[in-house]
C-alpha cells in the first residue's frame, strides 16, 4: 500500500523515473488509474536528436502535439498547414465568421456574441486523458458536457402519437416492466435450479429498488414508480402538496415504441459522465496548443508533394492566397497528418504497403446544423439544461446548449448532427437547404422552432475543404489488411492522426496516434 | 457484413450505429410525418440505410452532388473530387459502376444503401448527362455481377 506520507502521483512519478513508463504504467493499472487508457503521461523523448529536422504536415491536434514535443526534444521543427489557422477538424463557428465549402457555397454566421456550433469534435470523455492532460498543462478551461439528459427528449415519428418523450419516463417504463417480468419470473420459481434462493431474494430487493416496482413487485401508477418516472402532480407544499402519480405507459407500447434504442447510448464507455468540453468552443483546444508553437507554422499552405531520399524528405506545397510556383520544405524527417482523403491523391513515394493503405479507408459522411433562436425555449418552456434529444427523424439529434444557462438573450442549438445516408443527403443539399430541413424536422419536436428562429449555419463534412469527410471508416477487414502497414515508419516518413489509431474520430485517437509515431520516429533518430 | 462494418465505426460514428440499429429493428419505411419537410422529390430522407430515391436525376441530386457538385465539374480544396462532367473514365461503364460499389479512396463505397436498379439508373445517368454520351446501357444484372 502506498504510505500516507506520499501522494499516490507522487510515487507513480517516482517508480516512473526509477524504472520506466511501462513499468509506472502497470502501477498505474494496479492502483485503478490507468486502466480505461493507453495515455502514459506526458512523453518523455530521452536521448539526442543531434540536431535533426522535422516537417509535419498539418497543424491539426496531432500535428499540434507533435510540434511542440518535438521542438522541446531538440528538432528543428517546421509545421505547413492547409488552413489559415490550427485546428484541423477541432473547429467552431461564431457569429461573423465565414465559411466556404467545397463548390464555393459561403455561409455567413449571424450567431449572436459568445454562441458558438462545432461542426466537427465536441465531446471530451474524463478518460481521453491525452486530451485532457494538454487541456491542463495548456490551460483550456473546461465544462461540463451532459451526454445524458433525464428531461431532454426520445422521439420516434412513429410511436407515441409522434409526441416527443421525456428520456426519464421510457427509461423508467423499461427497467419497470423489465423489473416486474423479472420478479414474476422468480415468483415462478422459474429461476429455482439457477438461482440460490438467498439470491433470488436479494434480486427480488433488487428490482424493486431499481425499477421503481410496488410492493407486490408490480410496475403500476404508485409512488413508487412516479419516484423514478416523475409525478402526474409532483410533490409540494401546503395544502395541495400531496403527489399524484403518474401512470406508466404498457409493456406493449413501451416494447414497441422502440424509444428503448435510444436508452444505451449514455452506457457506453465514450459516453459516460464525465464528459467536458472546453468553455468557449472546442477550438480552444487546438489554440491554446497553437500558441506554444505559432512560430512554428506555415497557414494557407497545400501540399501537393512528399518525396523521400536517402538524406530526406521534401516536400512541395503552393500558397493558396499569394499563388505563385510551387516552393519547397525539407527536412530530415516527415510526420504527416494529412488525412487520408486528402493524402491519398498527393504524389507520395512510400513503399506498397503504406500506399495500399492509405488507399483502402473512406470517410463518414457526417452533418451538423447550428440554429440560433430568438429565445432559449427549451430552457424555458421545457426545463431542458444541456443534453441530447434523440430522434429518429433525419436530423437524428437535437442537442442543447451546456452553458449560459438561464441567459435572457438568444441561444443556439445543435440542429442536426447525423451520419449515413441522411448525412449525405444533407450534403448534396445548398447550406439554406440544410438550415430549412433541421428546422423542419425539429418543429416535429420543439413547435417553438418557427416562431422563435432567427438564423443557422450548415456543414457536410465531405464538403469542407481540408478533410474531404468526417473520420476514417475503418472495418475489421481493412483494419486486419492495413492497420499496420499505415502505423510503420516508412523510410523517412510516419504518418499520424484519427485515422491511425482505434479512436477514429475523436482527438484522443489523433493524439496517442501523434505520440507513438514521434516515439517511434525519435527512436530511429536516436539510434542512427 | 453490414452490420458488422457498422459496429467497427467508432466514436463519433455511434449515431451511425444507431441509426444502423433502427434498420436492424426494421424501421426502414418512409417517415409519413416527414412529407411535411419533403420537397417535390418525396422520396428524400426515406431511410438512414437506403436512398428512396428511383431515378437517375433524384439520386445524383441526392448523392453525387455532395462531392461532385451540381454541374458535376467537381471541386478542389485540400483534395480533389474530380469533375464527371465529360470524363473519359466513364466510357467504359464498370468503372462507374465499381466507384459507386466499392468506392476508391476519397470516394465511398455506397453500394450497400442502393438497390441494383439504383446504381444502374444513376450510373447511366451520369454516362449520358453533363456532357457525356455513352448510349451502352448498364443493367441491372451487370450492377449485380459486379458487387
Redesign the interface.
Known amino acids: 500500500m502506498v504510505s500516507s506520507g506520499m501522494k499516490r502521483r507522487d510515487l507513480l512519478t517516482l517508480i516512473g523515473t526509477m524504472a520506466g513508463s511501462a513499468v509506472m504504467y502497470q502501477a498505474a493499472t494496479s492502483m485503478g488509474l490507468a486502466a480505461e487508457t493507453t495515455y502514459k503521461g506526458p512523453i518523455k523523448l530521452d536521448g539526442n536528436a543531434k540536431g535533426a529536422s522535422i516537417l509535419i504536415l498539418g497543424a491539426g491536434v496531432a500535428g499540434l502535439v507533435a510540434a511542440i514535443e518535438l521542438r522541446k526534444a531538440g528538432y528543428k521543427v517546421q509545421v505547413l498547414e492547409y488552413r489559415e489557422k490550427a485546428g484541423g477538424r477541432s473547429w467552431s463557428l461564431r457569429g461573423g465568421d465565414t465559411y466556404t465549402e467545397l463548390g464555393g457555397f459561403k455561409q455567413t454566421v449571424g450567431f449572436d456574441k459568445g454562441l458558438y456550433v462545432n461542426p466537427g469534435p465536441w465531446r471530451i470523455p474524463y478518460h481521453h486523458r491525452a486530451v485532457l492532460d494538454y487541456c491542463h498543462r495548456y490551460g483550456v478551461a473546461l465544462e461540463p458536457f451532459n451526454q445524458v439528459n433525464y428531461n431532454a427528449y426520445l422521439h420516434s415519428a412513429k410511436a407515441y402519437g409522434g409526441k416527443p418523450q421525456r428520456f426519464r419516463e421510457i427509461q423508467a417504463d423499461y427497467h419497470g416492466h423489465v423489473a416486474e417480468l423479472l420478479a414474476k419470473l422468480t415468483g415462478q420459481k422459474a429461476l429455482d435450479g439457477t438461482v440460490s434462493k438467498e439470491d433470488q431474494e436479494k434480486l427480488l430487493e433488487s428490482l424493486r429498488a431499481w425499477g421503481g416496482l410496488d410492493k407486490n413487485y408490480a410496475y403500476t401508477a404508485s409512488l413508487d414508480s412516479s419516484n423514478v418516472r416523475g409525478y402526474e402532480k409532483a410533490p409540494g407544499g401546503g395544502v395541495g402538496g400531496a403527489p399524484v402519480p403518474s401512470t406508466p405507459a404498457s409493456l406493449t407500447d413501451v416494447m414497441q415504441g422502440g424509444l428503448w434504442r435510444y436508452l444505451g447510448m449514455g452506457l457506453r464507455d465514450e459516453f459516460q459522465s464525465t464528459i467536458f468540453q472546453p468553455v468557449g468552443g472546442m477550438d480552444q483546444f487546438p489554440a491554446a496548443l497553437a500558441r506554444e508553437v505559432k512560430d512554428l507554422i506555415r497557414f494557407n499552405t497545400k501540399v501537393t508533394e512528399i518525396h523521400q531520399d536517402d538524406h530526406g524528405v521534401t516536400v512541395t506545397y503552393t500558397d493558396t492566397v499569394k499563388g505563385g510556383a510551387p516552393q519547397t520544405a525539407k527536412a530530415d524527417w516527415c510526420l504527416c497528418t494529412i488525412p487520408l482523403s486528402v493524402l491519398g491523391q498527393i504524389k507520395l513515394n512510400v513503399g506498397a504497403k503504406m500506399a495500399n493503405a492509405i488507399s483502402a479507408v473512406p470517410y463518414e459522411a457526417a452533418a451538423k446544423v447550428g440554429l440560433q433562436f430568438k429565445r432559449r425555449f427549451w430552457e424555458q418552456d421545457e426545463a431542458i439544461y444541456g443534453g441530447i434529444s434523440f430522434t429518429d427523424l433525419p436530423i437524428a439529434m437535437i442537442g442543447y446548449p451546456n452553458s449560459g444557462y438561464g441567459s435572457p438573450g438568444k441561444g443556439v442549438l445543435l440542429g442536426t448532427y447525423v451520419f449515413g445516408t441522411y448525412a449525405m443527403e444533407f450534403t448534396a443539399l445548398p447550406p439554406e437547404e440544410r438550415v430549412k430541413r433541421a428546422l423542419a424536422y425539429g418543429a416535429q419536436i420543439h413547435p417553438q422552432y418557427a416562431k422563435e428562429f432567427d438564423n443557422g449555419v450548415a456543414v457536410g463534412w465531405h464538403r469542407v475543404p481540408w478533410t474531404l469527410g468526417c473520420h476514417a471508416s475503418w472495418t475489421e477487414e481493412t483494419r486486419a489488411a492495413h492497420y499496420q502497414d499505415l502505423c510503420q515508419v516508412d523510410g523517412r516518413i510516419a504518418l499520424a492522426g484519427e485515422h491511425a489509431s482505434y479512436i477514429t474520430g475523436w482527438q484522443e485517437g489523433a493524439i496517442l496516434s501523434s505520440l507513438d509515431a514521434i516515439t517511434r520516429l525519435h527512436q530511429r533518430v536516436v539510434a542512427a | 457484413m453490414t452490420i ?2 457498422t459496429f ?9 450505429l ?5 434498420a436492424i ?1 426494421g ?1 426502414t419505411l418512409p ?4 412529407a ?2 419533403s420537397d417535390a422529390s418525396s422520396a ?2 426515406a ?5 428512396g430515391q428511383k431515378d437517375g436525376a433524384a439520386l445524383y ?7 461532385h ?2 454541374d458535376a465539374k467537381g ?7 474530380p469533375a464527371l462532367a465529360g470524363n473519359a473514365n466513364l466510357e467504359a461503364a464498370g468503372y462507374p459502376v465499381a466507384m459507386v460499389l466499392h ?8 453500394g450497400e ?1 442502393l438497390d441494383d436498379d439504383q446504381v444502374a439508373a444513376v450510373v447511366n445517368y451520369v454516362r449520358t448527362h453533363f456532357g457525356n454520351h455513352y448510349s451502352d446501357t448498364v443493367t441491372v444484372a451487370d450492377v449485380k455481377a459486379a458487387r
Do not use: D, E, N
Not at chain 2, 468506392?103 to 455506397?110: C, D, E, F, K, Y
Open positions: 458488422r462494418k467497427a465505426v467508432k466514436a463519433a460514428g455511434l449515431t451511425a444507431l441509426t444502423a440499429l433502427y429493428a424501421a417517415h409519413p410525418a416527414h411535411q419537410a428524400a430522407f431511410s438512414p440505410r437506403h436512398f441530386q441526392a448523392i453525387c452532388q455532395g462531392c457538385m451540381p471541386a478542389t480544396g485540400a483534395g480533389t473530387y468506392g476508391q479512396r476519397a470516394m465511398p463505397p455506397i444503401f
